[in-house]
Nanobody, 113 residues
C-alpha cells in the first residue's frame, strides 16, 4: 500500500522544539519530492516546507530560520525539525509526496504555555 504516516507531534511550550517524521511505504521514496503542509484550527491548508529528491529545500517565510526539513532515503523518512516554536505554529501537520497521494491522518502540534 502506498502511504505516508506522520508522527512526532505533541504539546510544547513557546520557544520549544519538536521533530516530526514522515514515514513512506509502498513506493520508491528516493525519487520523490516530499512536502509538509499544516492546517490550523478553522483555517485552510498552509504550505510549510518541501525537499526535492536531490535534497534541495524550500520554506515558507513564516517558518524560515526556525524549521529544517531533511530526508533519510535509507529509512524512507522525511523529518521536520521545528525550533523556536510559536503559538501560531499550532496546527495539524501533514506530509505528502509530489505528485500527491491520499492525505494521511497528520500529527497534531500544539504550542501553548
Amino acid at each position: 500500500e502506498v502511504q505516508l504516516v506522520e508522527s512526532g507531534g505533541g504539546l510544547v511550550q513557546p520557544g520549544g522544539s519538536l521533530r516530526l517524521s514522515c514515514a513512506a511505504s509502498g513506493f520508491t521514496f528516493s525519487v520523490y519530492a516530499i512536502t509538509w503542509v499544516r492546517q490550523a484550527p478553522g483555517k485552510g491548508l498552509e504550505w510549510v516546507s518541501a525537499i526535492s529528491s536531490g535534497g534541495n529545500t524550500n520554506y515558507a517565510d513564516s517558518v524560515k530560520g526556525r524549521f529544517t526539513i531533511s530526508r533519510d532515503n535509507a529509512k524512507n523518512t522525511v523529518y521536520l525539525q521545528m525550533n523556536s516554536l510559536k503559538p501560531e505554529d499550532t496546527a495539524v501537520y501533514y506530509c505528502n509526496r509530489i505528485p500527491s497521494i491520499s492525505w494521511g491522518q497528520g500529527t497534531q502540534v500544539t504550542v501553548s504555555s
